[in-house]
């Protein structure tokens, strides 16, 4: 059964922090694994990875993929109080459907 | 750009009756794709529409059905509503659909049954 595990489910961290969120999956017939950030309501868009030991970066948030290894990390730098969320990673699953993790929630103090 | 719209935001209802949610994608998208969201469970993929056929289902009982549109909206309908169905019902719109780029969400119907 495809399946995807986040970790931490949650994390408090204070202003100026990194923090690294993890993602591990198991997938038949991978093809994309893809980051949100859901602060209220609607999840929005951080990244899609597709292929293993690629960087994508924007701004102070950054994620790479290891295919070999099965999983991906979200690292945020020098964080701020706007980076509360909880972070979601999603992959698509063997039948085209997408699987989400529980997410991380994140908490950054001031 | 209209983002993706979403209603009603916000519903009541009682166990036994049945609900439809509607979604207008962003305009061009011909993927939309349902989720429910609930604390224990997370976002669940329920199906997902390209070009009013429905492409992927996931692991919900026949009482989750949909169907698109022509213009490419969307509606999810539930019957005999259960207790456990109380949930944030999202969808999301895409240009080719899940796993080929990016996924834009609506704000949700946060459905709550009584």
């Known amino acids: 059964e495809d399946k995807v595990v986040q970790s931490p489910l949650s994390l408090v961290v204070h202003e100026g922090d990194t923090v690294t969120l993890n993602c591990s999956y198991e997938v038949t017939n991978f093809r994309s694994l893809l980051w949100y950030k859901q602060e209220k309501k609607a999840p929005t868009f951080l990244f899609m990875l597709t292929s293993s030991g690629i960087e994508k970066k924007s701004g102070r948030l950054s994620s790479i993929l290891d295919k070999k290894e099965l999983f991906s990390i979200l690292n945020i730098t020098a964080t701020q109080t706007g980076d509360s969320a909880v972070y979601l990673c999603?992959?698509?699953?063997?039948?085209?459907?997408?699987?989400f993790g529980k997410g991380t929630k994140l908490s950054v103090k001031p | 750009k209209a983002g993706v719209t979403q209603t009603p935001r916000y519903l009541i209802k009682t166990r036994g009756q049945q609900v439809t949610l509607s979604c207008s994608p962003i305009?061009?998208?011909?993927?939309v794709s349902w989720y429910q969201q609930t604390p224990g469970q997370g976002l669940q993929f329920l199906f997902e529409?390209?070009?009013?056929?429905?492409?992927n289902k996931g692991n919900f009982p026949g009482r989750f059905s949909g169907r698109q549109f022509s213009n490419s909206r969307s509606e999810m309908n539930v019957s005999t509503l259960e207790l456990g169905d109380s949930a944030l019902y999202l969808c999301?719109?895409?240009?080719?659909?899940?796993?080929?780029?990016?996924?834009?969400f609506g704000e949700g119907s946060r459905l709550t049954v009584l």
């Open positions: 999301a719109s895409g240009e080719v659909g899940i796993g080929a780029g990016e996924l834009f």
């Open positions: 305009s061009g998208h011909r993927s």
């Open positions: 529409y390209f070009s009013e056929t429905q492409r």
């Open positions: 999603a992959v698509e699953g063997s039948q085209g459907n997408l699987i």
